[in-house]
């Protein structure tokens, strides 16, 4: 009879790179909470900011992500190891010492390191995503007592299909090739070539990452492997809190330009599947993954998609709910009321961008400049167009996905460890899900106190009263131009005017009759 997970994970090290992460942390805390009698958990740091890797997991751990695990397994918690190393060196810019320790104690290893922005440029993308897999690989293949090796890709890296299926797809390009153009070439001449390269793809991060997956298959074929991928990584939906996220990745960033009353339009197709995975989802499947691939050995690399578009749809014309929740939740310190449109058509968002954001933009920092401040919101509504521009591609497209192998999973675990290491999203409520989302934004993210709610309500009504102050002057503006202007606005001002006072006198008739 196979064991329960946290019966398999019970006296075994795990090492994990990309700890410090989103998507590493909540797995650390998962296995610290869930399997707590393993051996120790290696998490692969670089120094960074001046702060060695001690300091910087010691600084991961003391967030409330951790809170609930501190209450329920303090010991576990000692058993969290800082491993001096860097992705983008020879070897991992691991010690000797190091190494040989790796080699010898570890049995299991989440691979979750990797740069995930849209616009990286095209030699630290292949770097993180490509190379340092190979290092990662090499590293392995010495492990003594390896039993599962587990990849984080992404459900997007071939996104150049219609149809994903749970299979390695063949490269975008030979990775041999690229290797020799990255070692050579510097950036500015890479960069030029990266839109030949990419070809259908949109970025470098899915390009990149279908390169990764191929690389498994070929240099990793006869090792214990699993392949995870998650798509758009969202908050918690359950654990160890509803709501918890620390970062503006994704749609966070979104949420919190909405909230702070900067965003007003985004392209989208309101009918398009927008496939939002909250975190603990991906990290129970590769929990268990790692589990499957040592009990069970399969001959054939599995790759689970992780989604949530196939099973409980959510859809982009539904982001209309976060205006609503951050105007009951406000944030401190909002531009304006939080409002929002999305339009699939690139001219009527064009439309909207210069309206609501240009012009706005324009107005705010020649009011800046007229106090004497530093002119900034142009600069912000750049930055934030060009973001919310490399998400169109997305936010504009529909795929479907195969996840038989990520059900299989689930069928064959036990009762109880289908409880521990949910994967069903059947039951999320996206409502409900939203909301808490919205709220982990404010209070993890933006780090603001519930107490100032009051505050920011007040300040979010005073918001309202501007903008009706606003819009009446400007009114009254116009219509006094069109009345200096034209007759017939005069002749209507007339008419309107006098049939509100004759309105008001046979009320006033009415009223003293009776």
């Not at 290797?179 to 030949?196: G, N």
């Not at 919205?438 to 007040?458: I, N, Y």
Request: aromatic share 10%; with cysteine; proline share 6%.
């Amino acid at each position: 009879m196979a064991p329960s997970i946290p019966e398999f994970y019970a006296g075994k090290s795990i090492l994990i790179t990309g700890a410090t992460g989103f998507l590493g942390k909540v797995l650390v805390e998962k296995i610290v909470r869930c399997c707590p009698n393993f051996n120790k958990i290696y998490v692969m740091v670089r120094p960074k900011a001046g702060n060695p890797p001690e300091q910087r997991v010691s600084d991961m751990i003391n967030t409330a992500l951790f809170d609930k695990v501190k209450e329920e397994n303090p010991e576990g918690m000692k058993r969290i190891v800082a491993v001096k190393s860097d992705m983008l060196e020879s070897g991992l810019a691991l010690s000797d010492e190091d190494r040989e320790m790796l080699k010898r104690e570890v049995a299991i290893v989440f691979h979750v390191a990797a740069t995930i922005k849209f616009d990286e440029k095209m030699k630290l993308s292949y770097r993180l995503n490509v190379q340092a897999l190979k290092e990662m690989i090499r590293l392995c293949k010495d492990m003594t007592n390896l039993e599962a090796f587990i990849h984080t890709s992404t459900a997007y890296c071939n996104c150049d299909q219609q149809f994903i299926e749970e299979k390695i797809y063949p490269p975008p390009m030979d990775h041999k090739r690229l290797d020799e153009a990255v070692q050579w070439m510097d950036d500015e001449m890479l960069q030029l070539l990266t839109p030949k390269l990419i070809d259908s793809r949109p970025n470098t991060y899915t390009f990149t990452k279908a390169i990764g997956e191929y690389v498994l298959s070929e240099e990793a074929a006869n090792m214990p492997i699993a392949i995870v991928r998650p798509s758009i990584v969202g908050a918690t939906w359950k654990e160890p809190m509803p709501g918890w996220i620390d970062n503006f990745n994704g749609p966070s960033g979104i949420f919190i330009a909405c909230g702070k009353g900067l965003l007003r339009s985004m392209r989208a197709d309101p009918n398009a599947v927008a496939d939002v995975v909250p975190v603990d989802i991906p990290v129970n499947v590769m929990v268990s993954a790692a589990w499957y691939t040592a009990v069970k050995k399969p001959t054939t690399i599995p790759i689970y998609n992780v989604t949530t578009g196939g099973i409980n749809p959510f859809h982009w014309g539904e982001m209309d709910l976060i205006p609503g929740i951050y105007k009951r939740f406000p944030l401190h310190g909002s531009i304006r009321r939080p409002h929002g449109s999305i339009t699939n058509n690139p001219v009527v968002h064009e439309y909207w961008n210069i309206v609501c954001h240009k012009i706005p933009g324009y107005l705010y920092d020649f009011l800046l400049r007229l106090a004497g401040r530093k002119p900034r919101m142009v600069r912000i509504y750049d930055k934030m167009m060009k973001a919310m521009s490399s998400l169109e591609y997305f936010t504009t497209n529909n795929w479907e996905w195969a996840n038989e192998n990520t059900e299989a999973l689930a069928s064959i675990m036990s009762e109880e460890d289908n409880k521990v290491f949910f994967s069903d999203v059947r039951p999320l409520d996206w409502h409900s899900y939203l909301e808490h989302y919205c709220l982990g934004t404010k209070k993890f993210v933006l780090q603001e106190d519930m107490a100032g709610l009051p505050q920011a309500r007040a300040h979010l009504k005073r918001l309202r009263n501007i903008r009706y102050a606003f819009n009446t002057l400007l009114f009254v503006l116009i219509w006094r131009f069109l009345i200096a202007r034209s007759q017939i606005a005069r002749n209507l001002w007339y008419f309107v005017t006098n049939l509100f006072v004759k309105f008001v006198r046979l009320t006033r008739l009415t009223s003293s009759r009776s």
